[in-house]
């Protein structure tokens, strides 16, 4: 199993990171894939009722990428992965700039879909960011993790669900 974890403020190609997933899954694993999920999550130009023109996101250097390894490690004892990518974003960000992917391959299907989404549910509850929003009028709130982001990250833990994904071979 390989990861790869990357906090920066540069901007990420997704082709690029496809790729290079697929070129370590070649080397490692030649023929053992069957799956890949990517999802890049891009930021909104809105929360709730106000407009949002900025998202600016701090993070502490090395506590971040360890609480991000730690939900990949997670993910890892729950299903059968063969390679995880989490590159995220810090810095101010603008309506429709990326600011995460998360990229899971698997032998199967399944397990590629449900870790994908298990990684990105935790990350917006567990990971080690602070976000604050600014908004249209100029004022500026700071972003806490939402009840619905707490019950998608609960219900990975409280029925011990495997997610959307269905177990077994696809």
């Known amino acids: 199993m390989t990861t790869l974890v990357r906090v920066e403020q540069a901007d990420f190609n997704i082709a690029v990171e496809y ?12 023929g053992a894939c069957g799956a890949v999920v ?6 909104r130009d809105y929360f709730g009722d106000h407009s949002v023109s900025e998202l600016f996101l701090e993070h502490y250097p090395g506590m971040t990428e360890r609480s991000i390894n730690a939900l990949i490690e997670r993910a890892q004892q729950r299903w059968d992965l063969l390679d995880t990518v989490v590159i ?12 995460v992917l998360v990229q899971v391959a698997s032998s199967h299907r399944p397990d590629a879909f449900a870790a994908c989404e298990f990684i990105m549910d935790y990350l917006k509850t567990d990971a080690v960011f602070w976000k604050r929003e600014r908004h249209g009028s100029g004022a500026q709130r700071w972003v806490e993790s939402t009840a619905d982001d707490h019950k998608r990250a609960k219900s990975w ?3 011990g669900s495997e997610g959307s994904g269905s177990p077994g071979p696809d």
């Open 19 to 30: 790729q290079a997933g697929l070129n370590r899954l070649a080397l490692q694993h030649p």
């Open 38 to 43: 990517s999802f890049v999550g891009l930021v």
């Open 88 to 99: 995220h974003r810090v810095g101010a960000l603008t309506p429709s700039e990326q600011i």
């Open 157 to 159: 833990a409280s029925d």
